[in-house]
Nanobody, 119 residues
Framework: QVKLVESGGGRVQAGGSLRLSCVAS????????MGWFRQAPGKEREFAAR????????YYADSVKGRFTISRDYAKNTVYLQMNSLKPEDTAVYYC????????????WGQGTQVTVSS
């Protein structure tokens, strides 16, 4: 059974940094794309960043480009989201998700981790 477990959320002041982790288990993720999404109170969930497991190719939403960095560690089966220069508008629950090769929707989701940025 595939399981994604996020950690690393917390409260930080504007301008600060956090690193989120997503430990993936239950299968090999070769061919998958791993993504980070976020959902702020009263808003729809939105895409933040993604990385292809095999090639390491990344893509970012404009709102986080230049501030967030997504990466993966093969040995630890873990995906990271390094978040720098955080803003109050980055406050949200952050979710890790996995998309199968040639898939159209993300198949697996973690439970989320809260990030709160105070001004």
């Amino acid at each position: 059974q595939v399981k994604l477990v996020e950690s690393g959320g917390g409260r930080v002041q504007a301008g600060g940094s956090l690193r989120l982790s997503c430990v993936a288990s239950g299968r090999t993720f070769s061919g998958y794309t791993m993504g980070w999404f976020r959902q702020a109170p009263g808003k729809e969930r939105e895409f933040a960043a993604r990385i292809t497991w095999d090639t390491g190719i990344t893509y970012y939403a404009d709102s986080v480009k230049g501030r967030f960095t997504i990466s993966r560690d093969y040995a630890k089966n873990t995906v990271y989201l390094q978040m720098n220069s955080l803003k109050p508008e980055d406050t949200a629950v952050y979710y890790c998700a996995a998309l199968q090769e040639f898939g159209r929707v993300y198949d697996y989701w973690g439970q989320g981790t809260q990030v709160t940025v105070s001004s």
